[in-house]
């Protein structure tokens, strides 16, 4: 039971070029979500999925897409890569969700740091 | 809106001692639950312990308590015994009713001195 695992752990890319990262899980989560991670401002929700083909935005989509073509993996694509989104990126995955109980808990992957050149 | 506040942005204690870091949050919601992780130096967030707005008891994890006070809304994570590889950024952080949303704290960075 690897849990969420994601790839690739570091990626250099220059302005302008395109990336897409994965994350897969194995705990037959439902729900799945990508967060982007800077110094002094937390971690902000890029995109979420409720369930296998549907994907929604969170507080930062602009300059991501996503697709979620089977429950177990979830990918996060930049198309024009800048500078700002130079970041630590991860993804997690819940069972559920706005239950208030513990099947919300989300479980993280371990990260990719990106760096924009 | 959903909000964590923790106000300690660093924290020490020795090695073999408890500490306390400090949570607390602010929502209107009735149904909510508060998440504690770890985040080490190698990056990794490691979920740590969950209480719900509706359990009577502190949840407890191994080293790991939860005091609970609704009343005051704070969530502290008591730490028993600290060791060494307690070194790491805490963070608190809550999901409330049918929001998909987990809202962080902006960290508490532990140091464990031996």
């Known amino acids: 039971n690897a849990g969420v695992t994601q790839t690739p752990k570091f990626r250099v890319l220059k302005t302008g070029q395109s990336m897409t990262l994965l994350c897969a899980q194995d705990?037959?989560?439902?729900?799945m979500y990508w967060y982007r991670q800077d110094p002094g401002m937390g971690l902000r929700l890029i995109h979420y999925s409720v369930g296998e083909g549907t994907t929604a935005k969170g507080e930062v989509p602009d300059g991501y897409n996503v697709s979620r073509l089977k429950k177990q993996n979830f990918l996060l694509g930049l198309e024009s890569a800048a500078p700002s989104q130079t970041s630590v990126y991860f993804c997690?995955?819940?069972?559920?969700?706005?239950?208030?109980?513990?099947?919300?808990?989300?479980?993280f992957g371990p990260g990719t740091r990106l760096t924009v050149l | 809106a959903q909000k964590i506040t923790q106000t300690q942005p660093g924290m020490f204690v020795q090695e073999k001692e408890a500490v306390t870091l400090d949570c607390t949050y602010d929502?209107?919601?009735?149904?909510?639950?508060l998440f504690w992780y770890k985040q080490p130096s190698s990056g990794e967030m490691i979920f740590l312990i969950y209480?719900?707005?509706?359990?009577?008891q502190n949840a407890t994890e191994g080293r790991y308590s939860l005091n609970f006070q609704k009343a005051r809304k704070s969530a502290n994570l008591v730490i028993s015994a600290s060791q060494l590889g307690d070194s790491a950024m805490y963070f608190c952080?809550?999901?409330?009713?049918?929001?998909?949303?987990?809202?962080f704290g902006k960290g508490t960075l532990l140091t464990v001195n031996p």
């Open positions: 997690a995955s819940s069972l559920y969700r706005g239950s208030g109980g513990a099947a919300d808990t989300q479980y």
């Open positions: 952080a809550m999901t409330q009713g049918s929001n998909y949303k987990l809202t």
């Open positions: 209480q719900g707005s509706y359990d009577e």
């Open positions: 929502t209107s919601d009735q149904s909510y639950g």
């Open positions: 705990m037959n989560h439902e729900y």
